[in-house]
């Protein structure tokens, strides 16, 4: 299957004999770790919402996302990352009854708007939440960002994706789903005109709230955003006034060639899809020379990849609660889930039939890696999806779990990992009774919070982009008082 497993019963290497770099070594760096949701009940391990202790069928009532964000805070957790999707998945069997009856992402409700009440429990954790630029407009989308900003004291990043099912283009009342690169086109004309609103708009020392005076703010030092892009146009001043970070953290993960130079530009948190250390490796020194190739340092993005842990007080613990977890699983609705990931609709080959992968318009780098793997089989293919999906997956003691995530960072040379749900909330509650007390104990994992918003919790250098990220380049010029 499509994990790497620690411990008995498995076939999957767990020894650290590879090389690091030596530039890896020269300190321990702590590992940042978001728990990965969705505003759903089947978000990436299918079927597990069967599984009696399971909580994901109550995603619709604000308690299951305030009990979320305090086990989070609790276990010191960077935050929580929140996908979403337009559309929903009907390239399976050309239909969405599977989609249905497994509660593959559908139905999904909005990521941001649950954010408000899981702030006003936590005091430290930031939220990375998705949203697709064709979706939004980007002058009302600024003032949403803004506005969640500032409610959360500066702990809002941004994930910007493109969008890669037909089935959202339709509801938003397109032919179809753009090209592929077309439509980071357009979200490199959204970032244009959104840049311009968080960062030059409005200057620092616009809002005085002087009631002697009668000024709250002073119109001097509001400006008109003019912007003239293939895609937006805008001629207006931002609407609110500037937040703790003004531009969110931005977050993306795109890894085909035109969203690894959007990446390079753009992203201050990537996600990778790694089989193995290696190829995170590989992954993760094309994406920091992109951003060098940008004018940025190497350091300048966070790099993560998506990981799922079982993870037990023995290892005993730990594989038999993993066997359990098995049993509950649709490959099924991961193999389905895929479908729309590549645009091909495995139902339509024999168990053994080879499968021909084409460059199609949906994730062009989903199918590149199903070529790469040799999963060219809807049998292979679901052999990889037996916990529900094809994330890697650690499963042990605190050890062994630890063990292996320092492997991933050191010879991965990432930063942290999207840690998703399996069972709610139970998986995160393992990791941050289990894991954290180990990875802690060795100098890898954060002790305590610093008060500080998401971007300076991340790279310790600020609340605001760095003077080299592009989204600067549309700031006022800070005017030094007369001698």
Known sequence: MSSTVCGRRVTARCDT??????????????????????????????????????????????????????????????????????????????????????????????????VSAMAAVTKHIGFGLTATVGAHNPYAFARDVTTLDQLTNGRIGWNIVTGYVESGARGLGQAGLAEHDSRYDRAEDFLALAYK??????????????????????????????????????????????????????????????????????????????????????????????????????????IYAGLAVVAGHTETEAQDKYAEYLSHASSEGGLAHFAASTGVDFAKYSLDEPIPYAAGNAMQSAAQAAQQQGWTTRRKLQEQFALGSRYQTIVG????????????????????????????????????????????????????????????????????LPTNHIGASVRHAVRLPEP
Not at 224 to 251: C, D, W
Not at 297 to 302: E, G, L, T, V, W
Not at 402 to 411: N, S
């Open 197 to 302: 609103l968080w960062e030059g708009s409005w200057e620092d020392d616009a809002v005085v709230t002087d009631r002697a005076r009668r000024i709250h703010t002073r119109p001097e030092k509001v400006h008109p955003v003019k912007h003239e892009g293939p895609f937006y146009r805008a001629n207006a001043i931002h609407m609110s006034a500037p937040s703790p970070q003004r531009t969110p953290v931005l977050f993306q993960a795109g890894t085909s060639p035109r969203g690894l130079q959007f990446a390079g530009q753009h992203a201050e948190g990537i996600f990778i899809g790694a089989r193995t250390p290696e190829a995170a490796r590989e992954a993760s020194r094309k994406l920091r020379q992109a951003a060098v190739n940008a004018g940025r340092r190497p350091d300048d993005i966070k």
């Open 17 to 114: 004999d590879i090389r690091v770099e030596p530039s890896m070594t020269q300190a321990k760096r702590h590992i940042h770790v978001n728990a990965f949701n969705m505003n759903c009940v089947g978000h990436i391990h299918h079927g597990l919402w069967t599984h009696p202790r399971d909580q994901s069928t109550q995603f619709q009532t604000l308690e299951y996302w305030t009990n979320i964000a305090r086990v989070l805070e609790k276990g010191l957790f960077d935050g929580i990352f929140i996908a979403d999707v337009i559309g929903y998945y009907d390239v399976y069997q050309d239909g969405v009854d599977l989609t249905l009856r497994e509660a593959i992402q559908l139905p999904v409700n909005n990521p941001w708007l649950v």
């Open 397 to 464: 003691n605190a050890t062994q779990v630890a063990d292996e995530m320092e492997r991933w960072i050191d010879v991965g040379e990432i930063d942290g990992f999207n840690l998703t749900r399996i069972v709610v909330p139970e998986t995160w509650e393992d990791f941050a009774n289990i894991v954290v007390p180990e990875l802690q104990n060795r100098g890898r994992y954060r002790t305590r919070y610093e008060q500080a918003t998401l971007r300076q919790q991340l790279f310790g250098r600020g609340d605001r």
